[in-house]
C-alpha cells in the first residue's frame, strides 16, 4: 500500500483521505438505502423512528402487497412501453439524422443548413405552453405516442454520434462504396457496427430518460391507467407528502401506516435503473469523454 | 452519376427526423404568438385579439414577477457554481487514490444518483427531511429544535442547492476525472525529482493540466442561467415555500396549465427563452474562444 519513500505524515494524509472519500462515498449510498431498509421493516418500528440502515421486524409484506396493487402494475407495464417504444424510435432517428450529418458538406451540401436547424431547436423553443399546445393539435393527447413523439429525435444524442461517426476516417466509407455497397448498407454494415460503444451510450440515456420521465405523463395523459410510473408515483408519493407539508400537520396517521408501502413502492421503482446500470456505466464514460472533451 | 444519388440518399434517411423535428420543435415557435394576445383557447391562435406588449407590461407590474427572477438566477448559479467546484474537489481527492480496485467502486457508487429520477429522490427526500426523518432525529437528539425543511423559506434553497450538488458530483467529476488521467506523468516524475511536494505540484503540475476543462464547464455553466431544475423544485415544492422556491419554469406551469392564463404564461416562457438563447449562444462563443471547444 505504501511505498518506502513516504514519510508518516504522507501516509497518515493518504489514510485519512481514503476515510473522507469513503465518507462522501456512503454519503450517496445513504438515503437510498434507508428507503430499502424501510420497506423491509416493520410499520410501528417506522413510526417510532427506530429505523435508519438496519430493517427492524423485518417483513416483505409491503412487496406481496405491490404484488396486489393492480394500479402499480398498470403503470409499470405503461414506463415499459414506453422505454421499448421510444427507445426503438430515439435509436432509429438518432442514427438516420446522425449518419448523414456526419458527411462532409462537399459530399451533402445542405448538411450545414439542417444541422442549424437541428442546433437551433436544442438553444431556443417555444416554451411550455406552445408546447402543450402542439401536442394537442397532433391529436396524440392521452396515447402512449404524446410520450414518444415530442422528443423522438434527441438532438444532444445526436450530435454525440455524429461527432463518433466524423473520427471514423473518410477511407473507411470509400472503401465500401468501391465494394458497391450503397448508402445504406455502408451505413448498417460498416459505420454501425464500428460505433458500437457509441450507439449503445446514447441508447442507454434514452432509455434512462424515458424511465425517469414524469412531466410529460402528468399533463399529456388524463386516464390514470395510460400514466406511466414516475408519474403514479409522484401523485401517490410525493404529492401527498407535500401536501401534508403545507397545511402544517405535522403527522397524518394514516399516511405513516402507508410508509413502508411507499418506500417498497419507490425502491421497486428504483430495480430497472439498477439493473441497467452496470452495462450503463461502462460506457457513459467514454460518450461522455468523447463527446464532450475534443482534441 | 454517383454522388447526387448519394445526396439523395441522405435526404431520404433524414426525412423522418425531419419531419419530426419540425412538427414538434419548429412549430411550437409559431406559438409564441400568444405572448402577444389576449389567447382565448375557443378563438384559438388566429381568431384571439392582438395586444402587443401587454401581457410584458403586466408581467412587469405583477410584484411576483421579481422574486421569480431572482429566486431563479439565485438558484441556478449557486448549482453552476458548486458543480463546478465540489465536483473538481472530488475529483482531485479520488484521483490520488492509488487501489484501482477501491477506486473504480467509489466512482460507480457516486454516480447512481444521477440515474435516479426527481420523482424517486423526491420520495426520499421528504423521507429524509420530514419531521420524524433522519435529519431531525439527529438535530433533536442533539438538543437543537426542529427544522421544517421544506416548508421554510430559509431552508428551502438551501436543501434545492445541496441535494443537486449531492445527486451530479459524481457524474460532473467524470470530465475532471478524464482530464486528469490526460496528465503527462512525466511531469509528475520532473517535479517530484525537482522536490516539489504534493501541494506544489497540484499547483503547478495538476491545476495547469486540467484549467481548460475547469474553463470550459465555467463556458459553458453561462448558458444554463436561465434553468434552476424545473423537475427537482417542481417535485419538491408547496404554497408555502412559493416565495423563495418558485422559478420561472415551475411559475408558468402554475398559472399557464392550471390557472388557464395562456397569453401571460407564454409571455414569461418567451422572456426566458429569449434571454436562455443570448447566454447559450454567448457561453458557446466563449467556450470556443477560451477553451477553443465547438459542440460540432
Not at chain 1, 223 to 252: C, F, H, K, N, W
Not at chain 2, 124 to 151: C, K, M, P
Not at chain 2, 242 to 269: C, F, K, N
Amino acid at each position: 500500500m505504501f511505498s518506502k519513500q513516504q514519510t508518516f505524515g504522507e501516509k497518515v494524509t493518504y489514510v485519512l483521505l481514503l476515510i473522507a472519500l469513503i465518507l462522501i462515498t456512503l454519503a450517496c449510498l445513504a438515503p437510498i438505502w434507508h428507503m430499502v431498509a424501510i420497506s423491509l421493516s416493520d410499520n410501528s418500528a417506522v413510526s417510532a423512528g427506530q429505523v435508519t440502515f438496519i430493517p427492524v421486524g423485518f417483513t416483505l409484506t409491503p412487496y406481496e402487497f405491490i404484488l396486489q396493487d393492480q394500479r402499480f402494475f398498470q403503470a409499470f407495464g405503461v414506463s415499459v412501453q414506453r422505454v421499448l417504444l421510444g427507445g426503438a424510435i430515439n435509436f432509429i432517428m438518432t442514427i438516420l439524422a446522425a449518419y448523414p450529418l456526419s458527411k462532409e458538406t462537399s459530399e451533402f451540401p445542405a448538411r450545414n443548413k439542417i444541422m442549424w436547424i437541428f442546433i437551433f431547436t436544442m438553444m431556443f423553443n417555444g416554451g411550455l405552453i406552445p408546447w402543450y399546445m402542439t401536442i394537442k393539435m397532433t391529436g396524440v393527447m392521452d396515447s402512449i405516442w404524446a410520450l414518444v413523439l415530442p422528443g423522438a429525435v434527441p438532438v444532444f444524442n445526436v450530435v454525440l454520434l455524429m461527432n463518433f461517426f466524423r473520427a471514423i476516417p473518410k477511407e473507411v466509407g470509400e472503401a465500401a462504396k468501391i465494394d458497391g455497397a450503397g448508402i445504406f448498407t455502408t451505413m448498417w454494415k460498416v459505420y454501425i457496427p464500428m460505433s458500437m460503444a457509441s450507439i449503445a451510450t446514447v441508447t442507454l440515456f434514452s432509455i434512462v430518460h424515458h424511465w425517469n420521465a414524469f412531466f410529460d405523463g402528468m399533463i399529456l395523459i388524463n386516464t390514470p391507467s395510460g400514466q406511466p410510473l414516475q408519474t403514479y408515483i409522484r401523485s401517490l408519493v410525493v404529492l401527498p407528502a407535500l401536501a401534508d407539508m403545507s397545511s402544517g400537520s405535522l403527522e397524518d396517521l394514516m399516511k405513516l401506516s402507508e410508509k413502508t408501502f411507499n418506500a417498497a413502492k419507490i425502491v421497486v421503482t428504483m430495480i430497472p435503473i439498477l439493473l441497467v446500470y452496470p452495462f450503463l456505466q461502462r460506457y457513459f464514460v467514454t460518450g461522455i469523454t468523447l463527446g464532450s472533451v475534443k482534441e | 452519376m454517383r454522388t447526387s444519388r448519394n445526396v439523395w440518399g441522405y435526404y431520404l434517411m433524414l426525412t423522418p427526423p425531419i419531419l419530426l423535428v419540425l412538427i414538434y420543435e419548429i412549430f411550437p415557435l409559431f406559438g409564441l404568438i400568444i405572448a402577444f394576445q389576449d389567447f382565448v383557447p375557443g378563438k384559438g391562435m388566429f381568431g384571439s385579439t392582438f395586444v402587443g406588449l401587454d401581457n410584458f407590461i403586466y408581467m412587469f407590474q405583477l410584484k411576483e414577477s421579481s422574486q421569480i427572477f431572482y429566486n431563479t438566477i439565485f438558484i441556478a448559479v449557486s448549482k453552476i457554481v458548486l458543480n463546478l467546484i465540489v465536483p473538481l474537489i472530488f475529483a482531485l481527492m479520488l484521483n490520488e487514490v492509488l487501489q484501482n480496485t477501491l477506486k473504480r467502486w467509489i466512482q460507480t457508487i457516486v454516480y447512481l444518483p444521477h440515474f435516479m429520477s426527481w420523482v424517486i429522490l423526491a420520495g426520499v427526500l421528504t423521507n429524509l427531511l420530514a419531521s420524524d426523518g433522519i435529519f431531525n432525529n439527529i438535530i433533536t437528539a442533539l438538543g437543537f429544535e426542529s427544522i421544517f425543511f421544506l416548508g421554510s423559506n430559509t431552508w428551502f434553497p438551501i436543501v434545492i442547492i445541496g441535494s443537486d450538488v449531492w445527486k451530479e458530483f459524481g457524474f460532473n467529476a467524470v470530465i475532471f476525472l478524464a482530464a486528469l488521467t490526460a496528465i503527462n506523468p512525466s511531469l509528475y516524475e520532473a517535479a517530484k525529482i525537482d522536490g516539489a511536494s504534493k501541494f506544489h505540484q497540484l499547483r503547478y503540475v495538476t491545476l495547469p493540466g486540467i484549467a481548460p476543462t475547469i474553463v470550459l464547464l465555467a463556458c459553458l455553466g453561462v448558458g444554463k442561467i436561465m434553468n434552476a431544475g424545473f423537475e427537482q423544485i417542481f417535485n419538491l415544492y408547496n404554497p408555502a415555500v412559493y416565495a423563495s422556491g418558485d422559478i420561472i419554469d415551475t411559475y408558468v406551469y402554475r398559472i399557464g396549465l392550471t390557472q388557464h392564463q395562456y397569453g401571460l404564461a407564454t409571455a414569461v416562457g418567451t422572456l426566458k427563452s429569449v434571454v436562455g438563447f443570448i447566454l447559450v449562444v454567448l457561453s458557446w462563443k466563449l467556450a470556443d474562444k477560451w477553451a477553443n471547444y465547438r459542440i460540432f
